[in-house]
């Protein structure tokens, strides 16, 4: 316990504002309608490419040679996009989960029901005692899921 609240709260308390931390990169970093739309180009050329790719003839050949350069194109734009806020999440969640390693680096949290978790050496187990990694992980899920409905009530997103 850092502030007197039950770990679980607070890893919760953490994981949530991290997870607004991190929608405030991705609206400040990322132009988010460009990254869906280039996206959506990107499935729209894919399947163009399926349907060239059953045909023979030397014309759909060449269509397909150029849509794949275009695809090529959009995912690179795609990355770059994503690359410049994936650094800076980096510098921000690298520290945040070192420091919470310092703070709940021994705690164990009994949850009401089971989950499922995996251990280090790839076993799975359905338990309701499990650490703070994976107390933060759900409860990163669970705090990243109720923004997102969030922002899509507020039409943010």
Same mark, same amino acid.
């Given at each position: 316990m850092v502030f007197g609240f039950p770990v679980s709260i607070e890893i919760f308390a953490f994981s949530a504002l991290l997870a607004v931390? /991190? =929608?405030v990169l991705q609206f400040t970093l990322m132009d988010r309608k460009a990254f869906l739309a280039s996206q959506k180009q990107m =499935?729209?050329?894919q399947k163009k490419m399926q349907e060239l790719a059953s045909k023979e003839d030397a014309e759909s050949k060449k269509e397909l040679e150029s849509l794949q350069t275009q695809m090529l194109e959009n995912f690179n734009k795609s990355i770059q996009m994503?690359? =410049?806020m994936m650094v800076v999440s980096l510098v921000v969640f690298g520290p945040a989960l070192y420091f919470l390693q310092a703070w709940f680096g021994g705690s164990l949290v009994q949850l009401p029901f089971p989950l499922p978790i995996v251990h280090r050496d790839l076993s799975f187990e359905i338990t309701s005692t499990i650490s703070?990694?994976?107390?933060?992980?759900?409860s /990163?899920?669970?705090s990243s899921l109720i923004i997102g409905a969030i922002l899509k009530a507020l039409k943010m997103e």
């Open positions: 931390v /991190s =929608k =499935k729209e050329q994503m690359g =410049k703070w990694f994976w107390t933060y992980i759900y /990163s899920l669970v």
